[in-house]
């Protein structure tokens, strides 16, 4: 396992922080000298003022802009009651991110009032006292649980420390187990796998009841190597953070998962398989996003 430096974050951001204000200060300079030649220069200077804009607003602004995703997904043909599940994952406490943007999400999904929230994994960043920075994530409520599996970065450091905190907060454990709820009449199965890096994922056991909906919750989309199609109705994942730069007609460069691009955002069929990816709260290597904000998700799940 990662052994860390616990005097220090391994993602504070700085040396990217400083180079995106060299890269702004250069397009200046250069946008400046080219409006002063004039004539066609000045379409070089445009093309400056864009990339400055595009630069500021993808490391400064859009990481900030959080979008609440609303799906209505039926996992069994003639749904008789529909809930309200929020799906969150990939926190990052403990790096570049405020307080106050967390108070953010918490109150965002506290508006939504959801009957049932779950919890992707990746808590911190790297080290398990950062769970001091997402405290406000306790006040969560909902009437039929919040359940919650971790993700690689919560066993950088010290996982168990990281799954006393959550479970402190009145979450539940879904780690390699299973639970059936009862919601007005209607039954709904959940499961949990361990992640995919560092932990100890077990595969799902085959379906009981298939008239059951079944939900499952992961934290990285590569659990679906060892699952087959029927197994689940519904794999909720994250890890991927939609690449967290994407480009237009292109979308992102990597998912940092097995399947590549087809698992980096969104409602995907993997494996025969639905499965929803995330983009996630935080994020890791660049302190950036274009075209992916981050996001909290409402699922309408019919059972």
């Known amino acids: 396992m990662r052994k860390l430096d616990l005097q220090k974050s391994i993602e504070s951001f700085a040396l990217f922080d400083w180079l995106m204000v060299a890269l702004a200060l250069l397009g200046l300079i250069v946008g400046i000298l080219s409006f002063r030649l004039g004539g066609g220069y000045r379409l070089l200077t445009l093309l400056m003022v864009v990339c400055e804009a595009i630069l500021v607003y993808g490391a400064w602004f859009a990481p900030r802009r959080l979008s609440v995703t609303m799906l209505r997904q039926p996992l069994v043909p003639k749904p008789t009651v529909w809930i309200k599940a929020v799906f969150m994952s990939d926190l990052h406490a403990g790096s570049h991110l405020?307080?106050?943007?967390?108070?953010?999400?918490a109150t965002a999904i506290e508006d939504l009032r959801p009957d049932l929230i779950l919890a992707g994994g990746d808590f911190i960043m790297s080290h398990a006292d950062d769970m001091k920075c997402v405290g406000m994530f306790s006040r969560l409520k909902a009437p039929y649980g919040i359940y919650f599996t971790l993700g690689n970065h919560d066993y950088l450091d010290d996982p168990a420390a990281v799954r006393q905190a959550v479970k402190k907060w009145g979450y539940s454990d879904l780690t390699n187990s299973n639970v059936t709820?009862?919601?007005?009449?209607?039954?709904?199965?959940?499961?949990?796998?361990?992640?995919t890096w560092y932990g100890r994922p077990l595969v799902l056991p085959a379906r009981q009841d298939s008239a059951v909906p079944h939900l499952t919750l992961a934290?990285?989309?590569?659990?679906?190597?060892?699952?087959?199609?029927?197994?689940?109705?519904?794999?909720?994942?994250?890890?991927?953070?939609g690449g967290q730069i994407r480009f237009p007609f292109v979308g992102c460069l990597d998912s940092h998962c097995k399947f590549g691009r087809r698992a980096d955002?969104?409602?995907?069929?993997?494996?025969?398989?639905?499965?929803?990816?995330?983009?996630?709260?935080?994020?890791?290597?660049?302190?950036?996003?274009?075209?992916?904000?981050?996001?909290v998700t409402l699922i309408e799940l019919g059972i």
């Open 181 to 195: 709820l009862r919601i007005q009449g209607s039954e709904i199965r959940l499961s949990g796998t361990d992640d």
């Open 265 to 295: 955002q969104g409602m995907k069929i993997i494996n025969g398989i639905k499965t929803y990816i995330s983009r996630g709260l935080g994020e890791v290597g660049c302190r950036a996003r274009l075209l992916c904000r981050p996001e």
């Open 219 to 241: 934290h990285n989309p590569d659990v679906l190597l060892d699952m087959q199609e029927g197994q689940t109705d519904l794999v909720l994942c994250g890890h991927t953070h």
């Open 98 to 105: 405020p307080k106050a943007w967390f108070e953010k999400v």
